[in-house]
């Protein structure tokens, strides 16, 4: 049973956009997936969560001081096993702010802008 649990995660690929591509990214890395394939998906959530409120993002502004803020910068649960893939609409500064939040020197991202 455990032989047949570690072929299929061996085969994992996530894939999303914008709030599923932070999710693709974060299950991605947590699974250590193949590959993972991401449009326009956001990489860190503080920039959001600074701004966020009790009426605007009610959800970052209540977990923004507890742990599960850990989650908010996926950059510290990059694998360096996995392929990321990462799409993105040039002409939007938000998704290309989002894309340089990732690169480190021990980061390989695959950019494909559009």
Same mark, same amino acid.
């Given at each position: 049973?455990?032989?047949?649990?570690?072929?299929?995660?061996?085969?994992?690929?996530?894939?999303?956009?914008?709030?599923?591509? &932070?999710?693709?990214?974060?299950?991605?890395?947590?699974?250590?997936?193949?590959?993972?394939?991401? +449009?326009?998906?956001? +990489?860190?959530?503080?920039?959001?969560?600074?701004?966020?409120?009790?009426?605007?993002?009610?959800?970052? +502004?209540?977990?923004?001081?507890?742990?599960?803020?850990?989650?908010?910068?996926?950059?510290? +649960?990059?694998?360096?096993?996995?392929?990321?893939? &990462?799409?993105?609409?040039?002409?939007?500064?938000?998704?290309?702010?989002?894309?340089r939040?990732?690169?480190?020197?021990?980061f390989?991202?695959n950019?494909?802008?559009?």
């Open positions: 049973m455990v032989e047949n649990r570690n072929a299929w995660l061996s085969q994992v690929i996530t894939v999303g956009s914008s709030a599923g591509g &932070y999710a693709a990214v974060l299950y991605g890395s947590l699974l250590k997936a193949v590959r993972v394939i991401a +449009f326009n998906a956001q +990489f860190s959530l503080m920039p959001a969560a600074h701004k966020a409120s009790n009426t605007h993002d009610p959800l970052l +502004f209540k977990y923004l001081h507890t742990d599960r803020a850990s989650y908010f910068q996926l950059k510290d +649960f990059l694998q360096p096993s996995v392929k990321y893939y &990462y799409f993105l609409s040039v002409g939007c500064a938000e998704d290309n702010e989002q894309s939040l990732l690169l480190t020197p021990h390989h991202l950019l494909y802008a559009a």
